[in-house]
Antibody, heavy 120, light 107 residues
């Protein structure tokens, strides 16, 4: 079955960087976009960006431009999201989610989420 | 930046109908999607392309579109439908965006 398994929780200090991984299985990795979405405690969903695993092309929300980098490793069917210059407002659960390239059925499925805590 | 506006909360009695709206200027030209999120869980897609229902999603969930507003309707609400619901779409440049979210309470 299709699965997205994310790396474990992280605690970082302000100014540091964090790199979260999302390992895909059960489907052809290069045929689906991967998105990153975050959710601060008690808040709504916030789209961060997208990567096309086929060519590695990326697109980022303007809010995160210059601070986020999304990459992929096709040999392990894994995508990565690195966020730099962390501040307390970046404390959130970070999700990866798949979307079809040819036909979109929405973001499906989602990873289990990775809690990133930014605290001094 | 582009925004999708939802009511913060909707209350409904079991067996009644809940309607959640989502408004955005680009909705006439971009598809909308709806997600259900229960506490401590990842979101799940309930409706795609305005009104299509994925396999495994109960028939009581339906979606519709009219102009700059899309609507998620839950007919015959059940206690298990209590959750947060988010619409999602894109702006004219293809940037994805989520709605502000609606908490559905079954009272």
């Amino acid at each position: 079955q299709v699965q997205l398994v994310q790396s474990g929780a992280e605690v970082k200090k302000p100014g540091a960087s964090v790199k979260v991984s999302c390992k895909a299985s059960g489907y052809t990795f290069t045929r689906y976009y991967m998105h990153w979405v975050r959710q601060a405690p008690g808040q709504g969903l916030e789209w961060m960006g997208i990567i096309n695993p086929s060519g590695g092309n990326t697109g980022y929300a303007q809010k995160f431009q210059g601070r986020v980098t999304m990459t992929r490793d096709t040999s392990t069917s894994t995508v990565y999201m690195e966020l730099s210059s962390l501040r307390s407002e970046d404390t959130a659960v970070y999700y990866c989610a798949r979307e079809g390239i040819t036909i979109s059925l929405g973001f499906d499925p989602w990873g289990q989420g990775t809690l990133v805590t930014v605290s001094s | 930046s582009y925004e999708l506006t939802q009511p913060p909360s909707v209350s409904v009695s079991p067996g009644q109908t809940a309607r959640i709206t989502c408004s955005g200027d680009a909705l006439p030209k971009q598809y909308a999607y709806w997600y259900q999120q229960k506490p401590g869980q990842a979101p799940v897609v309930m409706i795609y392309k305005d009104s299509e229902r994925p396999s495994g999603i109960p028939e009581r969930f339906s979606g519709s579109s009219s102009g700059t507003t899309v609507t998620l309707t839950i007919s015959g609400v059940q206690a298990e439908d209590e959750a947060d619901y988010y619409c999602q779409s894109a702006d004219s440049s293809g940037t994805y965006v989520f709605g502000t979210g609606t908490k559905v309470t079954v009272v």
